[in-house]
């Protein structure tokens, strides 16, 4: 049976310590981008350079890149950084364009955008971007956060 461990041992002991609620938002960002390619953990580590089981380590809060290595999943995954950090100004970090696409933030919209690109007839991307606004016309807008 584990031991207990005191607040103050947690709190010197990074490796027993509960990931950041960031933490694991830049966990999640950094697994979200991977599906939005269609990556595998495998391949996300060939383009930089490290382990697969890093990949799986940084995917699941294990780990938190430092920042030079989120740089280098940013560049591998054409993604500006800052989609990658949690509070970090989108608009700003896209040059100040604020029709920039947002990241990708869930699978779902990953799996959406991947197949999206795929259709090549301009009138079958149209419809579906009318169906899609018709959508979400009829979905109820979502208070904001406080």
Known sequence: MPRKLSAQTAARDPIRKPPHVDDKEVANRLRLARLGLGLSQEEAGERIGISHQQVQKYET?????????LQQFAD???????????????????????????????????????????????????????????????????????
Do not use: C
Not at 61 to 69: A, N, T, V
């Open 61 to 69: 809060g294990k780990s938190l890149p430092r920042y030079s290595r």
């Open 76 to 146: 591998a995954y054409d993604v500006p950084i800052s989609s990658l950090i949690p509070g970090m100004d989108h608009t700003t970090a896209n040059g100040g364009n604020p029709n920039a696409v947002p990241f990708v933030q869930s699978r779902s919209a990953a799996i959406i955008l991947r197949r999206f690109e795929t259709i090549r007839s301009p009138k079958a991307r149209a419809a579906i971007v009318d169906l899609v606004d018709s959508l979400a016309e009829a979905e109820p807008p979502k208070p904001p956060k406080p």
